[in-house]
């Protein structure tokens, strides 16, 4: 194989890598018109969620809001739009719900106020707002959806470098 096919083949891999990454910007970008119903749910109880994020088993407060859409009785999880754990050496409280519907968990020993903000913002028998699918009402969220643009931005990038490389490795080292 030479330098040319090479370069052709990781400039194909490229360009495949970043249609990939606009096709994750797309659907992240229009997921969230789907859900294009909304009720007024109240929150039932609290639970902690467990996710593996890769690095390990993570587990966050978040509440169970019941809802009426279309005649059905349903239930959903609270989501955030991303749950960080920090560790720092000391914070004013160890759990954060801040303005961009991120929760923050700062592990410390030093913790002055154990709190759950899930628990302190949003208390059995509150209202809370559940947007869900017509025609599909037990498909619903309330809180947040998490943003999938790290994905698309690394895909992207990444594709866009493996391209430059394949051109380069087409033309000047050919």
């Excluded at 993570?58 to 005649?71: L, S």
């Excluded at 002055?112 to 903000?117: E, G, I, K, S, Y």
């Excluded at 947040?144 to 490389?165: H, K, R, Y």
Aim: hydrophobic share 45%.
């Amino acid at each position: 194989m030479t330098n040319g096919q090479a370069g052709f083949f990781i400039l194909m891999t490229g360009i495949l890598m970043c249609l990939a990454a606009l096709m994750i910007l797309i659907w992240d970008k229009t997921r969230k018109y789907r859900y294009t119903g909304s009720v007024m749910g109240t929150v039932v109880s609290h639970k902690w969620r467990r996710m593996d994020s890769g690095r390990g088993l993570v587990t966050y407060p978040c509440a169970v809001v019941e809802y009426v859409a279309e005649g059905k009785r349903c239930q959903c999880l609270q989501r955030f739009t991303a749950v960080c754990y920090n560790s720092v050496k000391h914070a004013d409280y160890d759990w954060v719900l801040d303005e961009k519907y991120r929760l923050h968990c700062y592990v410390t020993r030093y913790c002055m106020n154990h709190v759950d903000p899930v628990r302190d913002l949003f208390p059995v028998g509150s209202s809370m707002e559940v947007y869900y699918v017509p025609g599909k009402p037990e498909k619903a969220f309330c809180g947040s959806l998490q943003s999938l643009s790290l994905v698309w931005v690394i895909l992207g990038a990444f594709g866009l470098g493996t391209g430059l490389f394949g051109v380069l490795l087409m033309t000047v080292l050919a």
